[in-house]
């Protein structure tokens, strides 16, 4: 894998989602080299934010929103698993499904909703 395409999927789990993580948190980054995100398009991208938007502010609980580039062959899905608060905010737990070539991957994330009705990535305490 190139050093764009790593770039590129490090930039997708950063930013996707119009997202910010809390920076205390320590992720492990080793699985981002094999993932399918490392084959994404900026079209895919831009497809996998918004059906990230749409599920998170428009949808109920248990309602999945699938995405499917023609142009790539690449697709995925993201669904809102349940809602509810924390620390006076509203919180969703996702799961997000994505295919690119011979990769899948699942990543499940922890949402709150921030000032201004932003989501960031949470990690619990």
Not at 81 to 110: Q, S, Y
Request: charged share 20%; with cysteine.
């Amino acid at each position: 894998m190139n050093i764009s395409m790593t770039y590129r999927a490090l930039v997708l789990f950063v930013f996707c989602f119009v997202l910010s993580s809390n920076a205390s948190a320590q992720p492990a980054w080793g699985w981002i080299a094999d993932s399918a995100i490392t084959y994404f398009s900026e079209k895919d991208i831009e497809m996998v934010k918004s059906a990230s938007r749409d599920v998170l502010n428009n949808h109920p609980d248990d309602t999945e929103v699938d995405w499917t580039n023609s142009d790539t062959g690449n697709s995925g899905s993201v669904k809102v698993m349940n809602t509810h608060v924390i620390k006076g905010r509203t919180c969703r737990n996702l799961i997000i499904r994505n295919k690119a070539k011979n990769a899948e991957g699942t990543i499940k994330h922890l949402v709150c909703q921030q000032e201004g009705g932003k989501w960031a990535i949470t990690f619990p305490d």
